[in-house]
Protein backbone atom coordinates (compact mmCIF):
# COMPACT_ATOMS: atom_id res chain seq x y z
CA UNK A 1 0.00 0.00 0.00
CA UNK A 2 2.75 2.09 0.86
CA UNK A 3 4.61 1.42 -3.08
CA UNK A 4 0.95 2.83 -4.10
CA UNK A 5 1.32 5.92 -2.41
CA UNK A 6 4.66 6.42 -3.36
CA UNK A 7 4.02 5.71 -6.94
CA UNK A 8 1.00 8.08 -7.50
CA UNK A 9 2.97 11.19 -5.37
CA UNK A 10 5.79 10.69 -7.44
CA UNK A 11 3.66 10.42 -10.94
CA UNK A 12 1.75 14.03 -9.02
CA UNK A 13 4.98 15.63 -8.71
CA UNK A 14 6.66 14.92 -11.96
CA UNK A 15 3.13 16.20 -13.70
CA UNK A 16 3.18 19.16 -11.72
CA UNK A 17 6.57 19.86 -12.62
CA UNK A 18 5.75 19.34 -16.47
CA UNK A 19 2.96 21.22 -16.45
CA UNK A 20 4.33 24.26 -14.66
CA UNK A 21 7.09 24.18 -16.97
CA UNK A 22 5.51 24.66 -19.86
CA UNK A 23 3.27 27.32 -17.93
CA UNK A 24 6.08 28.94 -17.12
CA UNK A 25 7.56 29.22 -21.05
CA UNK A 26 3.89 30.36 -22.52
CA UNK A 27 1.77 32.79 -20.83
CA UNK A 28 -0.94 32.48 -22.89
CA UNK A 29 -0.95 28.70 -22.24
CA UNK A 30 -1.00 29.79 -18.66
CA UNK A 31 -3.88 31.76 -18.37
CA UNK A 32 -6.22 29.26 -20.83
CA UNK A 33 -4.92 26.22 -19.41
CA UNK A 34 -5.43 27.17 -15.42
CA UNK A 35 -8.79 25.47 -15.05
CA UNK A 36 -7.02 22.45 -17.11
CA UNK A 37 -4.45 22.44 -14.58
CA UNK A 38 -7.15 22.81 -11.34
CA UNK A 39 -9.13 19.84 -12.62
CA UNK A 40 -5.84 17.94 -12.90
CA UNK A 41 -5.00 19.06 -9.26
CA UNK A 42 -8.70 17.46 -8.18
CA UNK A 43 -8.63 14.76 -10.02
CA UNK A 44 -5.02 14.22 -8.36
CA UNK A 45 -6.45 15.33 -4.53
CA UNK A 46 -8.98 11.85 -4.80
CA UNK A 47 -5.94 9.74 -4.93
CA UNK A 48 -4.75 10.86 -1.14
CA UNK A 49 -8.20 11.41 0.05
CA UNK A 50 -10.27 8.43 2.12
CA UNK A 51 -13.75 8.80 2.24
CA UNK A 52 -15.99 6.39 4.89
CA UNK A 53 -16.66 2.92 3.21
CA UNK A 54 -20.33 4.06 3.03
CA UNK A 55 -18.91 6.71 0.89
CA UNK A 56 -17.01 4.90 -1.82
CA UNK A 57 -18.74 1.50 -2.42
CA UNK A 58 -17.35 -0.09 -5.18
CA UNK A 59 -20.26 -1.47 -6.97
CA UNK A 60 -21.31 -1.08 -11.29
CA UNK A 61 -24.35 1.36 -9.53
CA UNK A 62 -22.28 3.76 -7.44
CA UNK A 63 -21.28 6.92 -8.89
CA UNK A 64 -18.59 8.97 -7.41
CA UNK A 65 -19.90 12.63 -7.35
CA UNK A 66 -18.51 16.16 -8.26
CA UNK A 67 -20.47 19.29 -7.41
CA UNK A 68 -19.39 22.34 -8.47
CA UNK A 69 -21.38 25.16 -6.69
CA UNK A 70 -21.14 29.03 -8.15
CA UNK A 71 -20.28 29.88 -11.74
CA UNK A 72 -18.36 27.51 -13.66
CA UNK A 73 -14.45 28.29 -14.02
CA UNK A 74 -13.58 24.86 -15.62
CA UNK A 75 -15.54 25.24 -18.86
CA UNK A 76 -15.62 21.88 -19.79
CA UNK A 77 -12.13 20.89 -18.61
CA UNK A 78 -13.35 18.95 -15.69
CA UNK A 79 -16.52 16.72 -17.83
CA UNK A 80 -13.81 16.26 -19.97
CA UNK A 81 -11.17 15.25 -17.69
CA UNK A 82 -13.91 12.86 -15.45
CA UNK A 83 -15.67 11.23 -18.71
CA UNK A 84 -12.60 8.91 -18.83
CA UNK A 85 -11.59 8.59 -15.08
CA UNK A 86 -12.92 6.32 -12.46
CA UNK A 87 -12.60 7.48 -8.63
CA UNK A 88 -12.09 4.46 -6.08
CA UNK A 89 -13.21 2.50 -8.76
CA UNK A 90 -16.53 4.36 -9.42
CA UNK A 91 -17.51 6.28 -12.64
CA UNK A 92 -17.57 10.02 -11.55
CA UNK A 93 -20.76 12.67 -12.50
CA UNK A 94 -20.10 15.96 -12.56
CA UNK A 95 -23.26 18.48 -11.12
CA UNK A 96 -23.36 22.10 -11.39
CA UNK A 97 -25.03 23.70 -8.50
CA UNK A 98 -26.97 27.30 -8.44
CA UNK A 99 -27.82 27.48 -4.54
CA UNK A 100 -26.46 25.99 -1.44
CA UNK A 101 -30.06 23.94 -0.74
CA UNK A 102 -29.04 21.53 -3.90
CA UNK A 103 -26.13 20.42 -2.32
CA UNK A 104 -26.86 16.57 -1.17
CA UNK A 105 -24.61 13.70 -2.05
CA UNK A 106 -21.42 14.82 -3.18
CA UNK A 107 -18.36 13.46 -2.41
CA UNK A 108 -16.53 16.74 -3.64
CA UNK A 109 -17.61 20.05 -3.65
CA UNK A 110 -15.94 22.95 -5.62
CA UNK A 111 -16.43 26.45 -4.42
CA UNK A 112 -16.33 28.79 -7.07
CA UNK A 113 -15.14 32.72 -6.15
CA UNK A 114 -19.13 33.65 -7.06
CA UNK A 115 -19.81 32.33 -3.47
CA UNK A 116 -17.60 34.20 -1.83
CA UNK A 117 -21.20 35.95 -0.10
CA UNK A 118 -22.57 32.46 0.82
CA UNK A 119 -19.45 30.54 1.89
CA UNK A 120 -20.64 30.47 5.71
CA UNK A 121 -23.87 28.79 4.58
CA UNK A 122 -22.10 26.58 1.89
CA UNK A 123 -19.84 25.62 5.07
CA UNK A 124 -22.39 25.07 7.11
CA UNK A 125 -24.69 22.57 5.02
CA UNK A 126 -20.64 20.53 4.81
CA UNK A 127 -19.59 20.74 8.36
CA UNK A 128 -19.02 16.93 9.70
CA UNK A 129 -19.88 15.88 6.40
CA UNK A 130 -17.44 13.49 4.42
CA UNK A 131 -17.73 15.88 1.54
CA UNK A 132 -13.97 16.89 0.33
CA UNK A 133 -14.50 20.62 -0.34
CA UNK A 134 -12.34 22.52 -2.52
CA UNK A 135 -11.75 26.15 -4.20
CA UNK A 136 -9.36 28.12 -5.77
CA UNK A 137 -10.25 31.68 -3.69
CA UNK A 138 -8.31 34.04 -1.59
CA UNK A 139 -8.62 33.51 2.31
CA UNK A 140 -11.32 30.64 1.42
CA UNK A 141 -9.11 27.89 3.11
CA UNK A 142 -8.78 30.10 6.29
CA UNK A 143 -12.64 30.47 6.42
CA UNK A 144 -13.21 26.71 6.60
CA UNK A 145 -12.52 25.24 3.03
CA UNK A 146 -10.67 22.23 3.15
CA UNK A 147 -8.16 22.54 -0.19
CA UNK A 148 -7.57 25.87 -1.07
CA UNK A 149 -5.51 26.24 -4.12
CA UNK A 150 -3.55 29.34 -4.94
CA UNK A 151 -0.92 30.84 -7.38
CA UNK A 152 2.52 31.38 -6.04
CA UNK A 153 4.57 33.17 -8.69
CA UNK A 154 4.64 30.32 -12.22
CA UNK A 155 3.46 27.20 -9.54
CA UNK A 156 -0.75 26.52 -8.28
CA UNK A 157 0.06 25.25 -5.17
CA UNK A 158 -2.39 24.63 -2.15
CA UNK A 159 -3.26 25.11 1.45
CA UNK A 160 -5.08 22.58 3.70
CA UNK A 161 -7.30 23.26 6.53
CA UNK A 162 -6.76 20.85 9.14
CA UNK A 163 -9.37 22.01 11.90
CA UNK A 164 -12.10 21.46 8.84
CA UNK A 165 -10.55 18.72 7.72
CA UNK A 166 -10.37 16.42 10.59
CA UNK A 167 -14.41 17.66 11.14
CA UNK A 168 -15.12 16.39 7.72
CA UNK A 169 -14.53 12.80 8.85
CA UNK A 170 -12.06 12.52 6.01
CA UNK A 171 -8.69 11.18 5.96
CA UNK A 172 -5.80 12.65 3.71
CA UNK A 173 -2.77 10.93 2.76
CA UNK A 174 0.38 12.51 4.55
CA UNK A 175 2.14 12.70 1.57
CA UNK A 176 -0.38 15.46 0.16
CA UNK A 177 -0.17 16.76 3.40
CA UNK A 178 3.62 17.36 3.93
CA UNK A 179 3.41 19.43 0.66
CA UNK A 180 1.04 21.38 0.96
CA UNK A 181 0.51 24.74 3.38
CA UNK A 182 -1.33 23.27 6.04
CA UNK A 183 -3.39 25.76 8.04
CA UNK A 184 -4.42 25.19 11.56
Partial sequence: ?????????????????????????????C????????AGYIEKFTRFAEWPETATKSEPTHVFTIAVIGENTFGSDLD???SKTKIKNNRVQINYLSSVEEIE????????ASEKNNLPNILQRT???????ISD???????GVIINMFQE???????????????SGLIINSLLLNSAVIIK
Fill in 1 to 29: MKDFYLNGMIKFVLLLVMITGVMAGNQSF
Fill in 31 to 38: QTRESLVK
Fill in 80 to 82: NLF
Fill in 105 to 112: DCMILFIS
Fill in 127 to 133: ADKPILT
Fill in 137 to 143: SKGFGVK
Fill in 153 to 167: GDYIRYEINRTALQK
